[in-house]
Structure formats: structure tokens, C-alpha cells
């Protein structure tokens, strides 16, 4: 299974850097994650977007969703998908696509299916579960697995049991981290700093994590050595656009 950042930033583009997207790859199936804005324009280095087989879009909110848009025209003028493109959300995500596109031209660029809370579903090779975040909106976090293994996506979440949950023992955590340790903020669970992910990585017993959607002008070099002062044993990566990571899978036995 591999894993290629199309997009890092959190909240807002960065200087160097769109906004949230992920893609997960095996045995030649695409699944997207987010596709958050700017974030297409990184997803030609990777594959082209008519060869994406499924999209997961965690939430409503423009830097995890606005560059569908740009996909769907892709696909409807410059090249077709073989077959729709899976396209996964929520209803009210779905309702903001529609609003852009008018749903008579949905296929076949998208075929909808709609996540509403804890789902599992299969796509291609991948077993999929989600599980509602906590964030200003309706969020969902995923776990992407291929014969057992694979990683878990928070999406935007500030403290959660039902994510730490989800990410139980996962190979890898792909995990929010948009504010430095230290930045103020009272209210309900939003979004996470260092010490609060920290919390999820022991709880949820993680021993490699990538951080993603650090807020610019935080630094996400300095937010993961705050992350690694808390967490002991678990590796620390830092997702940038466009660099990707391997998560083993074993072969299956040969009979
Ligand atoms: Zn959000």
C-alpha cells in the first residue's frame, strides 16, 4: 500500500503547500482522500484524476473538498473515467457538489455513496471503516486497511474516543496536528495540538504517525519535535506535498 500527499496544509494553502489530500494506492486502484484546494494540481504527479477509482471526502469544509470540483470538470471535458468515480460524503458535502455542477451531470463522472457515521465498506482491495470526528461540522476519520494492515486518516478532529478508537493499533497515523504546542483556544474539541495528539497516539497504542494540516505559519518541523517530546516510543513523520511512504503488506502465502 502506498501513500503519496497530494496536499498538506491546514485551514489554507501554505506558501509551499495546497490543502489536504491523500492518496492511497494498490494493485492499481486509486483512493483519494480529501481533495482539499490546490491539491489537483499535485494529483497529475501521482496519477491522472480520471484514473482515481474512489473518493473519500471527510467533511464540508473547503480545504478538504473544494478541488472536486476541478476533478469533475477534468473528467467531464478533458478525459473520462473508465467507469464513475466512487465518491464518498456525506449528504451535506454531496449537497455542495451538487450545487456547483447540477445533479442531472453527476454521472458519469461521480457515482454517489453516502456516509453518514461508524460505516464500513469495501473498495477494490481496500476494507475501509469510518467513524464521526470531533469538528465544528459533521467529520469523518477512515481506516484504510488491505488484509489486516493499512493507515488511519483523523481528518479534522480535536479530542475523540471514537477515533482513538478507529486508530487502535494502526500500522500508520495520519493524523491533523494544526496548532503548536501552547496555542490558545477554550472550546469545544476542534482541532489538534502536540499535547492532545500525543493523548491519541499512546491511547490508541500508534508507533508511526505522520503529521498533516499544520496551520501556516506554524512550523511543522518544529509542532513534530513538540510531538515527539510527548510520545516516547512512536515515530514522528511530517507529511510534504507530494513525497510518499510504503506501508508494508505481506504477500499473500503461495499455495
Ligand atoms: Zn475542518
Redo the contacts with the bound molecule.
Keep these: 500500500m502506498k501513500l503519496t500527499i497530494l496536499g498538506s496544509s491546514g485551514?489554507y494553502p501554505g506558501p509551499q503547500s495546497a490543502c489536504s489530500s491523500y492518496l492511497v494506492s494498490q494493485d492499481g486502484y486509486n483512493f483519494l482522500l480529501d481533495a482539499g484546494n490546490g491539491s489537483m494540481s499535485n494529483l497529475f504527479g501521482a496519477c491522472s484524476p480520471a484514473k482515481v477509482d474512489a473518493i473519500f471526502i471527510s467533511?464540508g469544509?473547503s480545504?478538504?473538498w473544494a478541488d472536486l470540483v476541478g476533478i469533475y470538470y477534468y473528467c467531464l471535458f478533458a478525459e473520462r473515467p473508465l467507469k464513475p468515480i466512487t465518491l464518498l460524503s456525506s449528504k451535506a458535502v454531496a449537497d455542495l457538489l451538487l450545487e456547483q455542477i447540477g445533479k442531472e451531470n453527476l454521472l458519469p463522472v461521480f457515482e454517489l455513496k453516502a456516509v453518514d457515521g461508524a460505516d464500513s465498506f469495501t473498495l477494490g482491495p481496500f476494507y475501509c471503516t469510518t467513524a464521526r470526528t470531533s469538528?465544528?461540522?459533521p467529520?469523518f476519520a477512515i481506516r484504510v486497511e488491505s488484509q489486516g494492515k493499512g493507515l488511519t486518516y483523523t481528518?479534522?478532529t480535536g479530542e475523540s474516543s471514537s477515533v482513538e478508537e478507529l486508530a487502535m493499533d494502526t500500522e500508520l497515523l495520519l493524523a491533523e496536528c494544526t496548532w503548536r504546542l501552547g496555542h490558545s483556544y477554550s472550546g469545544p474539541p476542534l482541532h489538534h495540538d502536540p499535547a492532545t495528539l500525543a493523548a491519541l497516539i499512546i491511547r490508541a497504542n500508534v508507533k508511526k504517525a505522520m503529521i498533516t494540516h499544520v496551520a501556516y505559519p506554524n512550523d511543522r518541523l518544529e509542532v513534530a519535535d513538540q510531538l515527539r517530546s510527548l510520545v516516547g516510543q512512536c515515530e514522528v513523520l511530517v507529511a510534504q506535498d507530494t513525497i510518499s511512504i510504503s506501508i508494508d503488506i505481506e504477500a499473500p502465502p503461495v499455495p
Design positions: 485551514s467533511h469544509h480545504d478538504h469538528h465544528s461540522i467529520t481528518a479534522d
